[in-house]
């Protein structure tokens, strides 16, 4: 049964930082991707990374401010967020698709975690 559960998101200040976990079971040769969904939005891409982490792929809205990792042996995927803004305040999923390559698209996700929530107050 694949499982993917997201957590570590809470309230922070504006310029703080965070660290969202994406503990997953059930898959191996996976890719995973961050998305996250603002009231009233639609589900955006925030970052993702290869099955093996040599790869890395942002958004250019959280490029230099956030980074994805992932640590194989304990089959966890993180998102570092710092400097963060406002405009970041969303539920952010992470996401796991069977292949080698990357992806930006939610459609090209086969997995979905329950989600997380961030808020950044002004």
């Known amino acids: 049964q694949v499982q993917l559960v997201e957590s570590g998101g809470e309230l922070v200040q504006a310029g703080g930082s965070l660290r969202l976990s994406c503990a997953t079971s059930g898959l191996s040769n996976y890719a995973v991707g961050w998305f996250r969904q603002a009231p009233g939005k639609e589900r955006e891409f925030v970052a993702t990374?290869?099955?093996?982490?040599?790869?890395?792929y942002y958004a250019d809205s959280v490029k230099a401010r956030f980074t994805i990792s992932r640590y194989s042996a304990k089959n966890t995927v993180y998102l570092q967020m710092n400097s963060l803004k406002p405009e970041d305040t969303a539920v952010y999923y992470c996401a796991a698709r069977v292949a080698y390559d990357l992806a930006s698209r939610a459609s090209d996700y086969n997995y979905w975690g329950q989600g997380t929530q961030v808020t950044v107050s002004s």
């Open positions: 990374i290869t099955w093996n982490g040599g790869r890395t």
